[in-house]
Nanobody, 123 residues
Framework: QVQLVESGGGLVQAGGSLRLSCAAS????????MGWFRRAPGMEREFVAA????????NYADSVKGRFTISRDNAKKTAYLQMNSVKPEDTAVYYC????????????????WGPGTQVTVSS
C-alpha cells in the first residue's frame, strides 16, 4: 500500500510556472507507475501526464504537451509535475495517482490517489 500527498499548488499568473510534488510513503515507490490528473470546477477529472515506474517513458494530454513535464525521483519517493506557460484553463485541483499497472494510471483507474492540491491561474 502507498500513501500519496500532493504539494506545491497555489496562485500563479498566466504565463508563469509552478512545480507540483507528490510525496509517497508506505510501500516501495519505485515499483509504481505514477500519474497526474486534474479536475476543474464543474468538469470531469481528466488525465494530465503519466510516467512509468523507471521513468523511462512519459505520456501527456494534448492540452499540456510541450508545457508540462512529469518526472520522478525514486530515491526521494517523489513524483513531480513542472508546469510552465500556465493558462487560466489550467486552473483545477491536481491529483497524483499510483498503480502497478500503467494502463490503470492512464485510464484513471489507479488504486492509489492523493487528496489533491489547488492550482489557480489568474489572467
Amino acid at each position: 500500500q502507498v500513501q500519496l500527498v500532493e504539494s506545491g499548488g497555489g496562485l500563479v499568473q498566466a504565463g508563469g510556472s509552478l512545480r507540483l510534488s507528490c510525496a509517497a510513503s508506505g510501500s516501495t515507490f519505485s515499483v509504481y507507475n505514477m500519474g497526474w490528473f486534474r479536475r476543474a470546477p464543474g468538469m470531469e477529472r481528466e488525465f494530465v501526464a503519466a510516467i512509468t515506474w523507471s521513468g523511462s517513458s512519459t505520456n501527456y494530454a494534448d492540452s499540456v504537451k510541450g508545457r508540462f513535464t512529469i518526472s520522478r525521483d525514486n530515491a526521494k519517493k517523489t513524483a513531480y509535475l513542472q508546469m510552465n506557460s500556465v493558462k487560466p484553463e489550467d486552473t483545477a485541483v491536481y491529483y497524483c495517482a499510483a498503480d502497478l499497472r500503467l494502463l490503470r494510471v492512464l485510464d484513471g483507474g489507479s488504486q492509489y490517489w492523493g487528496p489533491g492540491t489547488q492550482v489557480t491561474v489568474s489572467s
